[in-house]
Protein backbone atom coordinates (compact mmCIF):
# COMPACT_ATOMS: atom_id res chain seq x y z
CA UNK A 1 0.00 0.00 0.00
CA UNK A 2 1.23 3.16 -0.92
CA UNK A 3 0.21 6.64 0.54
CA UNK A 4 -1.78 8.92 -2.19
CA UNK A 5 -2.74 12.25 -0.43
CA UNK A 6 -2.89 13.17 3.42
CA UNK A 7 -5.28 15.36 5.10
CA UNK A 8 -6.93 17.38 8.47
CA UNK A 9 -10.12 16.52 8.40
CA UNK A 10 -11.84 12.83 7.79
CA UNK A 11 -14.17 13.81 5.57
CA UNK A 12 -11.76 14.98 2.72
CA UNK A 13 -10.59 11.99 3.10
CA UNK A 14 -14.15 9.98 2.46
CA UNK A 15 -14.22 12.38 -0.51
CA UNK A 16 -11.13 11.34 -2.30
CA UNK A 17 -11.91 7.64 -1.21
CA UNK A 18 -14.98 8.47 -3.46
CA UNK A 19 -13.64 9.63 -6.28
CA UNK A 20 -10.86 7.03 -6.22
CA UNK A 21 -13.08 4.22 -6.08
CA UNK A 22 -15.54 5.60 -8.94
CA UNK A 23 -12.71 5.03 -11.39
CA UNK A 24 -12.29 1.34 -10.04
CA UNK A 25 -9.17 2.36 -8.05
CA UNK A 26 -9.81 0.47 -4.05
CA UNK A 27 -8.41 3.07 -1.59
CA UNK A 28 -8.19 2.95 2.44
CA UNK A 29 -8.26 5.73 5.05
CA UNK A 30 -5.17 5.13 7.39
CA UNK A 31 -5.34 7.01 11.02
CA UNK A 32 -8.80 8.07 10.63
CA UNK A 33 -10.39 7.55 14.62
CA UNK A 34 -6.17 8.29 15.87
CA UNK A 35 -6.34 11.76 14.21
CA UNK A 36 -7.67 15.15 15.86
CA UNK A 37 -9.19 17.29 13.65
CA UNK A 38 -7.03 20.38 13.27
CA UNK A 39 -4.03 19.32 14.58
CA UNK A 40 -2.85 16.63 12.38
CA UNK A 41 0.08 18.78 10.94
CA UNK A 42 1.67 18.75 14.26
CA UNK A 43 2.58 14.83 14.12
CA UNK A 44 2.25 11.56 12.11
CA UNK A 45 -1.37 11.79 12.55
CA UNK A 46 -2.47 12.98 9.67
CA UNK A 47 -5.60 10.70 7.78
CA UNK A 48 -3.50 8.88 4.89
CA UNK A 49 -5.10 7.71 1.98
CA UNK A 50 -3.44 4.69 0.68
CA UNK A 51 -3.91 2.54 -2.50
CA UNK A 52 -2.11 -0.42 -3.45
CA UNK A 53 1.00 0.08 -5.00
CA UNK A 54 -0.25 -1.14 -8.71
CA UNK A 55 -2.83 1.78 -8.73
CA UNK A 56 -0.62 4.63 -7.48
CA UNK A 57 -0.04 6.16 -10.72
CA UNK A 58 -3.32 6.36 -11.45
CA UNK A 59 -4.98 7.27 -8.16
CA UNK A 60 -2.32 10.11 -8.08
CA UNK A 61 -3.71 11.13 -11.60
CA UNK A 62 -7.04 11.19 -10.70
CA UNK A 63 -6.94 13.10 -7.31
CA UNK A 64 -4.29 15.73 -9.20
CA UNK A 65 -7.36 16.28 -12.35
CA UNK A 66 -9.83 16.85 -9.27
CA UNK A 67 -8.09 19.39 -8.11
CA UNK A 68 -7.21 21.21 -10.98
CA UNK A 69 -11.23 21.22 -11.80
CA UNK A 70 -11.66 23.46 -8.48
Given amino acids: MKE ?3 YTEPYLAHIAK ?3 ESEG ?3 AIMNE ?3 LPG ?3 MYD ?3 KLVVSDE ?3 LALK ?4 DSSSE
Avoid at 62 to 65: K, Q, S
Fill in 25 to 27: ITA
Fill in 62 to 65: VLAA
Fill in 18 to 20: GLL
Fill in 45 to 47: GAI
Fill in 33 to 35: NSS
Fill in 55 to 57: DYD
Fill in 4 to 6: VAR
Fill in 39 to 41: FCN
